[in-house]
């Protein structure tokens, strides 16, 4: 065979080469392409159920602000600070959350202006503030005001029936949210989720234990 015809297959074999390299690059881009637009997205459901947990536990925040003045046992004492700790940082991952997504964060501390809010984002009053809206499990101001007017024993007492029936209102969210057609289905809404269902049964039946061994323990829900 002459060295001409060897260079001109050795050429072809290089031009189908490429072209199926090409090709599969191709292919590869694509698949990509059809796996992110069939990733679920979150939903105005999704964005609605995030902005009213952060309220949620931003109260619950303020419940359990009360205990170091008022309590003198160390077991509520220590399931104060791991209900702060645990709600403080699925407050922060939820607020990362809607700012990625591009949506209104709430103001977890009042109406405080928009120097406090997120770069780009409008401030959205939270949920907790407006009137007509309590969400299920959140005390009311009296019932804040009752708590915090209590010390030793009574407090105790009030503290652990209130946390009990507000962990209770996040599960009831959590089930409606789950409930609701099309909601949920972003995987990091759905492990979100998840957790809060576990974390909430887990320490109400802590609550309910150390309930058990206080005086007069009746929920007044």
């Known amino acids: 065979m002459s060295i001409t015809l060897i260079t001109r297959k050795t050429r072809r074999l290089s031009s189908i080469a490429v072209a199926g390299a090409a090709a599969l690059v191709s292919l590869a881009a694509a698949g990509r392409a059809g796996g992110q ?5 979150h939903t105005a459901d999704d964005v609605k159920f995030m902005q009213n947990m952060i309220s949620h536990h931003a109260q619950a925040l303020e419940m359990t602000a009360l205990v170091p003045a008022r309590t003198a046992r160390q077991k509520i004492r220590l399931l104060a600070e791991r209900i702060e700790i645990s709600q403080k940082d699925e407050i922060a991952l939820m607020q990362r959350w809607l700012t990625d997504r591009h949506e209104l964060v709430p103001d977890t501390h009042g ?6 809010h997120p770069p780009g984002h409008e401030m959205a009053m939270s949920a907790a503030h407006m009137p007509g809206t309590l969400m299920p499990g959140m005390l009311t101001a009296e019932q804040l005001s009752q708590l915090a007017s209590k010390k030793g024993p ?12 507000h962990h209770e209102g996040a599960l009831v969210m959590v089930k409606a949210l789950l409930g609701t057609n099309g909601a949920a289905q972003e995987p990091e809404i759905f492990r979100f ?3 809060i269902d576990a974390d909430q049964r887990a320490e109400i039946m802590r609550m309910r234990a150390l309930l058990s ?9």
Do not use: K, N, V
């Open 37 to 41: 637009s069939a990733r679920p997205s």
């Open 111 to 116: 109406s405080r202006g928009p120097d406090h």
């Open 154 to 165: 009574e407090f105790d007492r009030l503290f652990l029936e209130d946390m009990i029936g």
């Open 193 to 195: 989720t998840s957790d």
């Open 213 to 221: 061994g206080t005086s007069g323990g009746t929920p007044r829900r």
